[in-house]
């Protein structure tokens, strides 16, 4: 019996549509890029046969099972990375079908719906079934809004994609409303989900869009997008606008977009194109021009363009079956000569969308490409040969007229005469070509807008255009794809990093930014051959101010790196905390560069300076940057100057040597001084002479080089131990006492690299056996010495009688009792005084601080008179929840969803003091200038 195949059954939504008096009915094609005789990608296969995209079927699973007429299954297209594939989806038509008027229904052969005896019309022809839609509308990863609020005369639309974890958004709003001060997501009872401030990026004042995104969105909250229960809202200097965010069909496959506006309603409109045939389906969602409960309502719908003198317009009317409560929709579909596929990519064709009856109540909107923040860049790389002195980078993003504004940088030796982007085709009939890019070139970079038609931006969005430069001696002297997406954090800058190395063949672009927290973010993609099994190192690296006409003022402060990431692949994203204000100052100059470094077989170094980054005024130093890196005890003032009171600690401990910062406990080799060892200690450099172990024969020698004596030469050809005890190399046969900070070398051990199998042995000294006193009573003769021996009577009597001074008794007063000590007492046996409290010497206890009451993170301890007190180190967590236990020190990662619950409570609690403080201060200032000026 052959298994039974588990159909997956998708429902229809109920969606409020329109129906079009079509002119034409072209659908959008799709193309098949695969050779003949290979399996397709564009096609589907089910139980063994294969099916052509958008064919339907019944399955047959075989006896005794049959064909199942009531299953509708279809090879339905879905958009994956670059090209089209298909995939079957299947639904069970049964629950669709009409109650039969009749007692006793009977089922025909090949059909699904039962009848009446007699009756002659098939029911199972009159269910329609769009699995293309419900595809989009049920997993579809895209959401539209339209925002309108009471008495604001404006509005506007949103996008939104999610993927991995991640919300993205972008809107366009009137330009009456101005930029909005905040964002905020709501659930469907208006209790806030998330609240983003909003301030005007360099990104997003060339485009004029608003980009963003939500990222780390919590499970609760993708359940919320989901079932379509979040709302937007944006906050205007006109009022508070908002709506509901939900899915639509057409999104995943929009190409034009456009903000419907009028006196009584506002709306979108999701526009598709398929540039060869000239076919447009656009599916427009408005509310307010008609009323709710009203029916059968018919709409004119026009598309009308103004170029060179010349009015065209491409009227449609449409029937709306019923108004709900939120959007309507209308769907189209038309065909577009090439007139007006060149004035849609240009911008300038509108849309028309008001009532028969009432064309007062009218919609009118600016069609442009698609209104999400989309990113293109390139690399631009040699088309042969590799060159050495020869590299480029371009980016480029629709602005909101709906020009494509494009940067290129070119660095060559050769004279660059032309810049244009092809869609690489060999066929003449099938070459597109942008011109016009070389008349802004200049000085190695070329600036500009350049208007694209509807099949350019059809195909840039595709990522089948190609950015091409040309110089007098190589038609094709340097080349890239232009390659798509979303702008992120790390693209708010609005300017791109060249990486690139002594060699060509493998260079890359990067982005980076710098946000309102102090958080670094950035974004890198390389080109090059063998880069998918690479693992380079990213680096951030600064550099000092190099001062010539003052050799005096040199900084104190070299250049320094800081490891960002282990990258894998081609491409490297993430972000970086706590980044040094010196470092930021330094960024902010433009004084830094990515170091992206890979060793091993595919080895290379590539490097690129960071000129376009700009750090907020709350980042940088108090201290002016000239000044600063001449400034000394800097890294003493560093918890002022950072903020971060844990990692003000963590760079007090570390040290500076020779123009080199090493961490705490680290070790080296002096270089000031020959035969010591230096130590880092709690921000101190500790260098003692390096001791060397005794010699067990009668003519030692000392090899050129070295510091101690040895009985035989050292291996000379190379060979040696590498010993973590102390991060040295040693030669093979060589002795040497192991050092260890804090303590120094360790006399008690003598190390050995063995020459036959270059192991380090290391064995203790052997001490002698103590006769003449107790282990507890021995004493070492000296701080350095190896083994304790025995004191003499006189010292072991002055230390018996120096150690039981605690308690006094009067002798002269019968039945008295010890006395209880008093703080001189304590002061005189080596106590100490703290706060008005007296400690034992050798006590340690959490302070207390009013009104904070007992530090449980900080430890003092009294020892000789002197007072210490140490805060306690937290371990890194890299979880983004954490809560923090009753009578603890340090958070923790939640455990469970009962922590993550509280810790998100915690989170959005703390979020929103920090909100109200900031509005405090903002009300403050408003309050004291308006004091001054009055």
Not at 402 to 431: A, F, H
Request: glycine share 8%; charged share 25%.
């Amino acid at each position: 019996m052959q298994p039974i195949i588990v159909l997956v059954l998708y429902f229809l939504t109920g969606a409020v549509s329109g129906f079009s008096r079509r002119r034409k009915e072209l659908p959008i094609s799709f193309i098949d890029t695969e050779q003949d005789g290979k399996p397709k990608a564009s096609e589907c296969r089910f139980g063994g046969e294969s099916y052509e995209l958008e064919q339907t079927w019944h399955p047959d699973l075989g006896p005794p099972f049959g064909i199942m007429y009531c299953v509708h299954c279809e090879c339905v297209p879905i958009h994956k990375k670059r090209r089209i594939v298909g995939r079957v989806r299947c639904k069970n038509i049964k629950t669709e079908c009409p109650k039969p008027t009749c007692p006793d229904p009977v089922l025909l052969p090949g059909r699904c719906c039962k009848v009446c005896p007699g009756q002659d019309d098939n029911p199972d022809l009159t269910i329609t079934v769009d699995l293309e839609r419900e595809e989009q509308e049920k997993n579809g990863r895209h959401y539209a809004a339209v925002l309108t609020g009471p008495g604001v005369p404006r509005a506007a639309t949103g996008r939104f994609y999610f993927r991995k974890k991640t919300l993205q958004y972008s809107f366009l709003f009137g330009e009456e409303l101005g930029w909005p001060t905040s964002l905020t997501f709501l659930d469907n009872t208006n209790n806030i989900l998330e609240e983003f401030a909003l301030t005007k990026t360099a990104l997003q004042n060339r485009t004029e869009k608003l980009c963003g995104a939500w990222a780390r969105l919590p499970r609760r909250y993708r359940r919320t997008l989901r079932s379509e229960d979040m709302a937007v809202s944006l906050s205007t200097d006109l009022g508070t606008i908002s709506g509901k965010v939900m899915k639509y069909y057409g999104l995943s496959s929009e190409l034009f977009s456009g903000l419907l506006e009028g006196p009584s309603g506002a709306g979108t409109a999701i526009v598709s194109v398929s540039p060869g045939t000239g076919s447009i389906h656009v599916n427009i969602l408005f509310k307010g021009i008609v009323k709710e409960g009203e029916q059968n309502i018919h709409f004119i719908i026009k598309f009308q363009m103004s170029h060179d003198g010349e009015t065209r317009s491409v009227e449609e009317a449409v029937v709306l079956e019923s108004v709900g409560p939120d959007l309507s929709t209308i769907e189209i579909r038309t065909v577009f000569d090439s007139p007006e596929l060149g004035a849609l990519g240009r911008g300038e064709l509108t849309l028309w969308l008001a009532p028969t009856l009432n064309p007062s109540r009218i919609l009118t909107a600016k069609l442009v490409p698609r209104l999400s923040c989309d990113i293109f860049d390139c690399v631009l790389q040699p088309a042969e040969t590799p060159s050495g002195d020869a590299n480029g980078i371009a980016f480029l993003y629709f602005t909101r007229a709906g020009g494509l504004q494009y940067n290129i940088k070119v660095e060559t030796m050769d004279k660059v005469v032309d810049l244009n982007i092809d869609n690489g085709k060999k066929s003449k009939r099938l070459l597109t070509v942008i011109d016009g890019l070389m008349s802004t070139y200049a000085n190695g970079w070329a600036n500009g807008t350049a208007m694209l038609n509807a099949g350019q931006v059809d195909e840039l969005f595709k990522e089948n255009l190609y950015l091409n430069v040309a110089t007098e001696n190589d038609a094709q002297a340097l080349r890239g794809r232009l390659v798509t997406h979303l702008a992120g954090p790390s693209e708010s800058s609005g300017e791109a990093v060249m990486m690139k190395g002594e060699d060509s063949s493998i260079s890359g672009v990067a982005w980076a930014s710098l946000d309102d927290t102090c958080r670094l973010h950035y974004n890198i993609r390389l080109e090059g051959s063998e880069l998918d099994t690479s693992s380079p190192s990213l680096e951030l690296e600064d550099y000092p101010i190099q001062n010539l006409d003052n050799l005096k003022a040199l900084p104190l402060f070299p250049s320094t790196k800081r490891h960002l990431q282990d990258c894998r692949g081609k491409k490297c994203s993430g972000h970086a905390d706590n980044i040094h204000k010196l470092m930021m100052a330094r960024l902010d100059s433009g004084d830094a560069a990515f170091l992206m470094t890979n060793a091993g077989q595919n080895e290379f170094v590539l490097k690129g300076q960071m000129l376009g980054i700009s750090s907020p005024q709350a980042c940088l130093p108090r201290y002016a940057r000239n000044d600063l890196e001449i400034m000394p005890g800097y890294l003493r003032d560093l918890g002022e100057e950072i903020g971060d009171e844990d990692l003000a600690e963590n760079m007090r401990q570390k040290c500076a040597y020779e123009g080199s910062f090493y961490e705490d406990g680290n070790r080296w080799e002096a270089t000031h001084d020959k035969c010591k060892m230096c130590s880092c200690q709690r921000g101190k450099v500790d260098c003692e002479p390096i001791v060397c172990p005794p010699t067990n024969c009668s003519n030692p020698i000392i090899e050129e080089g070295e510091c101690c004596a040895t009985c035989n030469s050292p291996s000379v050809d190379g060979r040696g131990c590498n010993f973590g005890g102390d991060s040295l190399f040693h030669p093979a046969g060589s002795k040497w006492h192991p050092y260890i900070p804090p303590f120094g070398f360790s006399r008690c051990a003598v190390c050995t690299c063995k020459e036959s199998s270059l192991a380090v042995d290391c064995y203790r000294e052997e001490c002698p056996p103590l006769t003449a006193c107790l282990h507890s009573e021995a004493i070492r003769p000296n701080p350095l010495a190896c083994c304790k021996v025995c004191p003499k009577r006189e010292e072991k009597s002055n230390s018996v009688s120096k150690a039981h001074p605690v308690l006094t008794a009067d002798p002269h007063k019968l039945n008295d009792m010890a006395m209880a000590r008093t703080g001189l007492d304590i002061l005189a046996s080596g106590g100490c005084s703290w706060k008005g409290v007296h400690h034992e010497n050798g006590v340690t206890w959490h302070p207390t601080v009013m009104p904070w009451g007992e530090m449980k993170c900080v430890t003092c301890g009294c020892k000789d008179g002197q007072t210490q007190c140490k805060k306690k180190h937290c371990p890194k967590l890299t979880c983004s929840l954490k809560i923090r236990d009753q009578d603890q020190c340090c958070p923790r990662c939640a455990a469970n969803r009962e922590e993550e619950e509280r810790a998100q409570r915690t989170l959005l609690i703390s979020n929103r003091e920090q909100r109200k403080l900031k509005r405090l201060k903002r009300l403050r200032n408003i309050r004291n200038q308006e004091r001054t000026s009055g």
